[in-house]
């Protein structure tokens, strides 16, 4: 079988695997050993990718060897040096690319050897590459998750039961380090316990997506219960708040109702007593829990109770809520911090609409009863408090503006004690510097605070906070930030000097010289280094919108050539150039010119789009000129670009998309007035438009244009009018070259001999075209009915209508 190319023994070696008997069996056993021994010894990348493919196809039959031969690879993956048949693949065949395709096979055996491979993908979901631990990460889930197939008995189906997820239980109990393996064990545990299970069917043509309701059995109560029970162990392993809130997620699982309805008593009351289960746990947890670990589980509970399916659930839950009601210090955090607090008692909150409105005023005036109750004698206890609360984790500090409202009327009641806490805990406090300089800013310490902040920059400390202080303030110190950008810049902290960018673009109206002092130099320094994120910065603001309306041609050209250097030009870039492209078309398209070059300076693989698919916005002021757009574009055809009609051409169609008749009227103009490389400048143009009807009058134009002779040209309009862009159904093409046959023979009566010889040959070619793939649809839907089957609902005909 070795002499055999890849192809014709992947097939031998697939029909074989579907040979019963002890001949088969030891033919692919032999076969197992020569590719395995070659994983165990080679090193080329081809060569072990391809004998892995080989594997895939038989492995069932050979489980153990394949398991085991793998296991044995993908260790083994983490010291060899690959080698590659040429230089540019070393970026791509990588040894982790190798380890997927080794998951993807064990994924396949998971229901033949399912201890052996947890135990490959627990160690395989540690990998230092994410496209490794995303592929072991599938495989657990896959064993983990009921699967309907895999659960039930029948035509197609396993029969398994829950044995799958029995052996996830018994190895998470007794076989793994659940320290070490803290977050792939709680999130195996979380696919033990969801209520609902799923699976696939297909034939020839669809694939259905089928899903149920768990079922009440003692064996998969069983493995319900045990996986609350290891979770309630591993809930102490870990002291961080994001450990406990990933166990309390999964512990939660447990109380999720099935998707699907029809789901019968037995499976409620199991759901009910595993909800009434992790509550009584979390509820007997709460005192002593940090208090973003109380928010969280009250604002959980709290939906358990609004979705109880049973009193028990309401029970259990109400009994968080009262000890909830008993943490003092608590209910301070949730005015001040708790963006997911249930601010209202349950049952009345459950019977009406949350009204939010009077839940923030609520939490405003809080904020400023608390700020005013501040003095000397509890200061000590609310500066504890407040460093305690800026622990807080979050992504996102939108989630503070109560806390920030806080700190701010802290700030302008307390100047004292809040420049105290700046100084003194710098450090604890140095996400929510910005709320308190602002209060002092605005207060009777402005100098002190200003040398704090002299201090600051200096030493290059706090200098978010220092920018943000001046977002929008009319109190802006010329000498704070002209001392800011001279060490944003000297510090080369790129991301401090976009955000300068978007502080001086918010203050533009009041203190329009910001834009030469700041702006400029800020962009002119990113520019420098490529970077073009300073968009983000100002993209959504109207001052910064009339800022860019103001500029002079010279100002424009700093903007521009800052902007080149952005990855794409989405729609965030777009509002930051239309207010430029208003002012100069030209120039705007001449920015466009200059990404194509950079584009080429590129390395192959990289991310860059010179040109966009298409535009937002931006196109509605270009479109206002087409004779200074087409004509600039028609340069770069002349220079030449490389690729131009992927490049030029689709700019232009990015710029008109609906062929608007100025567009139009000038593409004509060209065709009538120029050579034949016009011609073909236009034809490159019209190829990236998808041979709709209001593109056939200029191409009989240049049918006119052109002679017998101009093949090349003439087979170019041939693909402009043959273009069909996207076609639905398997008869999709059929009816697409059918509607242009159609719509086409009026050309046949035209004056111009050209034009009718023309079509005579076209129109016969597009339905000799829509014939040749009606019959190959019909093969191909032949072919899928003897792979795949029928269903008994009637199957569609050779115009994609059902028979019965």
């Known amino acids: 079988m070795s002499s055999m190319d890849a192809d014709s023994k992947m097939k031998v070696l697939r029909q074989l695997a579907r040979t019963a008997g002890d001949a088969a069996t030891s033919a692919l056993e032999r076969e197992a050993g020569k590719i395995l021994a070659y994983l165990d010894t080679g090193v080329r990348y081809d060569v072990l990718h391809s004998q892995i493919e080989l594997l895939d196809v038989f492995a069932f039959r050979v489980s153990k060897l394949a398991v085991e031969g793998v296991a044995r690879f993908l260790s083994r993956l983490e010291t060899i040096e690959i080698t590659h048949d040429s230089e540019w693949a070393v970026e791509y065949e990588t040894p982790a690319q190798l380890a997927v395709a080794s998951l993807e096979l064990l994924s396949r055996l998971r229901y033949f050897r399912t201890r052996e491979i947890l135990s490959i993908a627990m160690t395989a979901a540690l990998s230092d590459f994410d496209n490794v631990q995303k592929s072991a990460a599938d495989v657990l889930r896959r064993i983990a998750e009921f699967d309907i197939d895999a659960f039930y008995s029948g035509e197609n189906r396993a029969g398994l039961g829950p044995a799958p997820q029995m052996v996830v239980i018994d ?166 911090v708790g963006f997911e607090g249930i601010f209202q008692k349950w049952e009345e909150r459950a019977q009406s609409r949350t009204d939010f409105r009077s839940i923030e005023d609520y939490r405003s005036k809080k904020a400023s009863e608390y700020a005013a109750s501040i003095n000397g004698e509890n200061w000590p206890q609310w500066r504890e408090r407040i460093l305690a609360f800026c622990e807080t984790e979050s992504n996102d500090l939108a989630t503070f503006p109560k806390f920030y409202e806080f700190l701010e009327k802290l700030a302008i009641l307390h100047p004292d004690l809040a420049l105290d806490l700046l100084k003194d805990d710098p450090a604890q406090i140095a996400r929510f510097t910005i709320p308190l300089l602002r209060g002092l800013w605005a207060g009777p310490l402005q100098p002190e605070t200003r040398d704090l902040l002299w201090g600051w920059i200096a030493r290059g400390e706090h200098l978010v906070g220092v920018t943000k202080l001046f977002w929008s303030n009319e109190q802006l110190d010329d000498d704070v930030l002209r001392f800011l950008f001279d060490r944003l810049a000297e510090l080369g902290d790129y991301p401090g000097l976009s955000l300068l960018i978007g502080v001086a673009a918010s203050n533009y109206a009041k203190f329009p010289h910001l834009l030469t002092s700041v702006v400029l130099p800020c962009i002119q320094i990113l520019s420098q280094v490529g970077d073009g994120h300073w968009i983000n910065e100002i993209w959504y603001n109207d001052d910064a919108r009339r800022m860019l309306s103001k500029l002079d041609e010279g100002s424009r050209q700093v903007v521009l050539d800052g902007l080149v250097h952005v990855e794409e030009i989405d729609f965030h870039a777009e509002e930051v150039l239309i207010p430029l492209a208003e002012q100069d078309t030209a120039q705007m398209v001449m920015f466009f010119r200059k990404r194509i070059a950079i584009e080429d300076a590129k390395p192959e693989g990289s991310s860059y789009e010179a040109i966009p698919f298409s535009f937002h916005q931006l196109q509605n002021t270009m479109e206002k000129s087409p004779a200074l757009v087409v004509d600039m574009v028609l340069s770069w055809f002349r220079e030449p670009i490389d690729l131009f009609q992927q490049r030029g051409g689709h700019f232009l169609k990015s710029i008109f998309p609906t062929f608007p008749k100025p567009f139009s009227d000038e593409l004509s103009r060209i065709v009538r007035e120029g050579d034949k490389a016009q011609i073909e400048f236009v034809l490159d143009i019209l190829r990236n438009y998808e041979g709709e009807q209001f593109v056939y009058d200029i191409c009989k134009e240049i049918l006119v244009r052109l002679s017998p002779d101009d093949e090349e040209l003439l087979a170019e309009l041939s693909i402009v009018l043959r273009n069909t862009g996207v076609v639905h159904g398997e008869f999709g093409f059929a009816k697409a070259y059918e509607e242009k046959a159609t719509a086409l023979s009026s050309w046949l009566s035209d004056p111009s001999a050209e034009v009718r010889n023309f079509a005579g040959r076209f129109v016969k070619d597009l339905r000799n075209s829509a014939e040749a793939e009606r019959r190959r649809a019909k093969e191909d839907i032949t072919l899928r009915k003897h792979k795949y089957g029928v269903r008994n609902d009637g199957d569609p005909d050779a115009d994609g209508e059902k028979t019965k």
Request: proline letters at 4%; one cysteine or more; hydrophobic letters at 40%.
């Open 171 to 336: 190895f998470l109990e007794t076989e793994t380090d659940l320290s070490h393996h803290f977050a792939t064990a709680v999130q195996l545990c979380s696919y033990l316990l969801s209520p609902n299970m799923s699976g696939t069917s297909w034939d020839y043509n669809s694939v259905t997506l089928k899903s149920s309701a768990i079922p009440a059995t003692p064996a998969v109560k069983e493995i319900r219960h045990r996986a609350l029970t290891l979770l309630k162990r591993m809930y102490d392993l870990k002291a961080d708040v994001a450990a406990k809130r990933q166990v309390i997620n999964a512990m939660l699982e447990s109380a999720r109702l099935p998707n699907q309805g029809g789901y019968d008593d037995a499976v409620r009351d199991m759901i009910s007593e595993n909800t009434t289960d992790a509550l009584c746990f979390l509820d007997e947890r709460l005192l002593g829990e940090p208090f973003p670990i109380v928010q969280k589980i009250e604002h959980d509970a709290y939906w358990r109770y609004h979705h109880a399916p049973t009193d028990a659930v309401r029970l259990a839950a109400l009994k968080i809520q009262d000890r909830v009601d008993t943490l003092e210090e608590y209910k301070i955090y949730r005015d001040l």
